[in-house]
């Protein structure tokens, strides 16, 4: 079997999806740990410390494009396999089987990642490409990400915007987690009892603490 | 529970052939026993039609014992209706009550195309065992049972695998129309026996291989297969399958 059959085949397309999204999941932690620093209650010195270790050092700027490389196959290949999945029923059913065999948010992950993309594009355009470009795309000078999060989440709309990016990425986390295990192949049911426990933990904690953020500028909190 | 009698109004797909465009149609069934089966209650139904001089309707059915994987009627928005664990020539009328309306669709996949009504065409399932479903043997004298040791859990599991009766409940229920768990389970219950382990690599490509031909779709774990089966195969069966395909596709040296 060649790389080609086994990456076009359904459980191999499905394996890209896993590998990528524990990916942009090991990710999120060190997203939301960098970022935590903005509680440290020292007006953001130690969020520019760590900001300025992310974003001026070579290592961590060669690592950001395997990021993007992960970030946009998880996202191609999600709506691949959502639009192949789609046409595998021409005609539906009158009455639906619906949410008394599985979870919304598990049959709505693809709606789901189109809101996390959407809340993306804004984020990015928000913070990683006004500093980047004050960089030159190299490593300039950077510009100082914690008065730009003060300056963002001053306004309303764009606090209740990042909240429900949040959400949806919550949701997404919620089945994705899990999923991406059972995908990769992990059987044994203690591990997938411990992995669904820790994966709902996480689709939690992590996105509520990324919520907190605008939610503590907005309201004074740091 | 004591007996009843209940009037019914059901809202069956018709549908002449696979090329036809097909519809509801509404029918009353009356004085319907709480004890028939689901089944039963549509032999009665027939009757009326053939009584009527009109086509009855043509549904799967064969050992109405749960065992055979015939029947296939959505029922209500589930696959084999609303009891769980459950096949439809084993659902009992008393899930029902009198006044009721009862939709009844076909498996609805591009996979199983419908051949008339009630009735899916679900060969795509006998060429994926084809593909690999079996253990090849060079049948010699019968082996003594005891001779190969199998761990008690492994045998359990193999046997759970083993349940599944190939009915297309999973893929009917699945929103991808995927049919990973009834191949999670044929490749499970072989991979997890010492018989099946010199094949199962390819076993495994090559039901995949035929699954992916067949036009079912990928697995997004929902669970909704799991839901509807009414042998209680386990979605971890399909977690099973990913690790066999991925030790597979890794190993494979061509």
Same mark, same amino acid.
């Given at each position: 079997?060649?790389?080609?059959?086994?990456?076009?085949?359904?459980?191999?397309?499905?394996?890209?999806?896993?590998?990528?999204?524990?990916?942009?999941? *090991?990710?999120? @932690? /060190?997203?939301?740990? !960098?970022?935590?620093? #903005?509680?440290?209650?020292?007006?953001?010195?130690?969020?520019? $410390?760590?900001?300025?270790?992310?974003?001026?050092?070579?290592?961590?700027?060669?690592?950001?494009?395997?990021?993007?490389?992960?970030?946009?196959?998880?996202?191609?290949?999600?709506?691949?396999?959502?639009?192949?999945?789609?046409?595998?029923?021409?005609?539906?059913?009158?009455?639906?089987?619906?949410?008394?065999?599985?979870?919304?948010?598990?049959?709505?992950?693809?709606? *789901?990642?189109? @809101? /996390?993309?959407?809340? !993306?594009?804004?984020? #990015?355009?928000?913070?990683?490409?006004?500093?980047?470009?004050? $960089?030159?795309?190299?490593?300039?000078?950077?510009?100082?990400?914690?008065?730009?999060?003060?300056?963002?989440?001053?306004?309303?709309?764009?606090?209740?915007?990042?909240?429900?990016?949040?959400?949806?990425?919550?949701?997404?986390?919620?089945?994705?987690?899990?999923?991406?295990?059972?995908?990769?192949?992990?059987?044994?049911?203690?591990?997938?009892?411990?992995?669904?426990?820790?994966?709902?933990?996480?689709?939690?904690?992590?996105?509520?603490?990324?919520?907190?953020?605008?939610?503590?500028?907005?309201?004074?909190?740091? | 529970?004591?007996?009843?009698?209940?009037?019914?109004?059901?809202?069956?797909?018709?549908?002449?052939?696979?090329?036809?465009?097909?519809?509801?149609?509404?029918?009353?069934?009356?004085?319907?026993?709480?004890?028939?089966?689901?089944?039963?209650?549509?032999?009665?139904?027939?009757?009326?039609?053939?009584?009527?001089?009109?086509?009855?309707?043509?549904?799967?059915?064969?050992?109405?014992?749960?065992?055979?994987?015939?029947?296939?009627?959505?029922?209500?928005?589930?696959?084999?209706?609303?009891?769980?664990?459950?096949?439809?020539?084993?659902?009992?009328?008393?899930?029902?009550?009198?006044?009721?309306?009862?939709?009844?669709?076909?498996?609805?996949?591009?996979?199983?195309?419908?051949?008339?009504?009630?009735?899916?065409?679900?060969?795509?399932?006998?060429?994926?065992?084809?593909?690999?479903?079996?253990?090849?043997?060079?049948?010699?004298?019968?082996?003594?049972?005891?001779?190969?040791?199998?761990?008690?859990?492994?045998?359990?599991?193999?046997?759970?695998?083993?349940?599944?009766?190939?009915?297309?409940?999973?893929?009917?229920?699945?929103?991808?129309?995927?049919?990973?768990?009834?191949?999670?389970?044929?490749?499970?219950?072989?991979?997890?026996?010492?018989?099946?382990?010199?094949?199962?690599?390819?076993?495994?490509?090559?039901?995949?291989?035929?699954?992916?031909?067949?036009?079912?779709?990928?697995?997004?774990?929902?669970?909704?297969?799991?839901?509807?089966?009414?042998?209680?195969?386990?979605?971890?069966?399909?977690?099973?399958?990913?690790?066999?395909?991925?030790?597979?596709?890794?190993?494979?040296?061509?």
């Amino acid at each position: 079997m060649t790389w080609k059959q086994v990456f076009t085949s359904s459980v191999g397309k499905k394996l890209v999806m896993g590998f990528t999204g524990i990916f942009l999941i *090991l990710f999120l @932690i /060190i997203h939301v740990g !960098l970022n935590a620093c #903005i509680w440290a209650g020292d007006n953001g010195v130690m969020f520019t $410390q760590a900001a300025h270790f992310m974003g001026g050092n070579w290592v961590p700027r060669v690592l950001e494009i395997g990021l993007f490389a992960g970030l946009l196959l998880h996202i191609i290949q999600g709506y691949m396999l959502s639009f192949s999945n789609q046409s595998k029923r021409s005609q539906g059913y009158a009455v639906d089987f619906g949410n008394r065999g599985s979870k919304w948010y598990s049959r709505s992950m693809g709606l *789901l990642g189109t @809101i /996390i993309l959407l809340f !993306l594009v804004v984020h #990015i355009s928000d913070f990683w490409l006004p500093n980047r470009v004050s $960089q030159g795309f190299l490593l300039g000078p950077e510009i100082n990400l914690f008065d730009k999060m003060r300056v963002e989440f001053s306004e309303l709309w764009v606090v209740i915007l990042y909240v429900l990016g949040c959400l949806s990425l919550g949701y997404h986390l919620a089945h994705g987690f899990q999923s991406a295990f059972r995908t990769i192949g992990v059987h044994n049911k203690k591990y997938n009892t411990l992995l669904s426990t820790i994966g709902y933990a996480f689709a939690i904690i992590v996105p509520l603490a990324f919520a907190m953020m605008p939610v503590s500028f907005y309201l004074g909190w740091v | 529970m004591e007996h009843y009698s209940m009037n019914l109004n059901l809202k069956v797909w018709r549908q002449q052939n696979a090329a036809a465009k097909g519809g509801f149609k509404l029918y009353r069934v009356e004085n319907i026993s709480s004890e028939m089966s689901f089944l039963e209650m549509f032999d009665v139904l027939n009757e009326q039609l053939v009584h009527a001089g009109e086509d009855p309707i043509t549904f799967d059915h064969d050992c109405r014992e749960g065992i055979c994987g015939a029947c296939s009627m959505h029922i209500n928005g589930k696959p084999h209706g609303p009891w769980y664990a459950n096949t439809t020539c084993q659902l009992h009328m008393r899930a029902f009550k009198d006044g009721d309306t009862i939709v009844v669709e076909p498996w609805r996949a591009n996979a199983f195309p419908v051949i008339k009504d009630l009735m899916v065409d679900r060969s795509a399932f006998d060429r994926i065992i084809q593909a690999g479903g079996y253990v090849s043997v060079n049948t010699g004298n019968a082996v003594d049972g005891n001779a190969i040791p199998i761990p008690k859990n492994n045998a359990d599991e193999a046997f759970a695998a083993a349940m599944c009766i190939g009915c297309g409940a999973c893929v009917a229920a699945c929103k991808n129309s995927s049919a990973m768990l009834f191949v999670g389970a044929k490749v499970s219950h072989l991979a997890l026996l010492p018989q099946g382990d010199p094949e199962r690599g390819s076993r495994v490509v090559n039901m995949l291989a035929q699954m992916d031909k067949e036009g079912f779709g990928a697995c997004t774990n929902t669970g909704a297969c799991e839901a509807a089966c009414p042998k209680e195969i386990s979605l971890s069966n399909i977690a099973r399958l990913n690790k066999e395909y991925l030790a597979a596709s890794f190993v494979d040296n061509k």
